[in-house]
């Protein structure tokens, strides 16, 4: 999901949010980032985020793929999460891979550090069996229900 969705709560899940306990499909992105993940969230609250997140800067192509645990709240149509756990595998700037080089640490520090202060909640705008929609219009992040 986009990073936006990536944000706060720390409470129990109420039982409104049980119908997103599952694992999702998700997509997102705006003019110049396409984001791809993988959720799952637990009926205990918490969240495991797989991301591939694809972008253009400063002419570059850059690509960032990793995994994120944390807690996630539904509240009625507010969504919340509070990141926790942040790996980062992949970090392709212009075809190389950063985290194979000696810039591993301060870029996986940097993500770390970003992550956990970029707290947001949105609204859930549909919910359903098998699709999810946080935010509206063309940024929203759509999901579809796997097994």
Do not use: H
Request: negative net charge; proline residues 3%; contains cysteine.
């Amino acid at each position: 999901m986009k990073t936006a969705i990536l944000m706060v709560a720390l409470m129990a899940t109420p039982a409104g949010a049980q119908t997103m306990v599952g694992n999702w499909d998700c997509q997102s992105g705006d003019a110049t980032t396409s984001t791809k993940t993988v959720e799952s969230f637990d009926d205990n609250g918490l969240y495991r985020t797989d991301f591939t997140v694809e972008s253009n800067t400063q002419g570059q192509e850059v690509t960032l793929m990793g995994t994120i645990e944390g807690k996630y709240a539904l509240i009625g149509p507010l969504f919340t999460t509070e990141p926790g756990e942040v790996d980062l595998d992949q970090a392709i700037v212009g075809g190389q891979n950063l985290m194979q080089g000696p810039l591993k640490d301060q870029i996986l520090a940097s993500v770390r550090d970003v992550l956990p202060s970029a707290k947001t909640s949105q609204s859930v705008t549909l919910l359903t069996a098998s699709e999810l929609v946080i935010g509206d219009g063309d940024t929203a992040t759509r999901c579809i229900r796997v097994k």
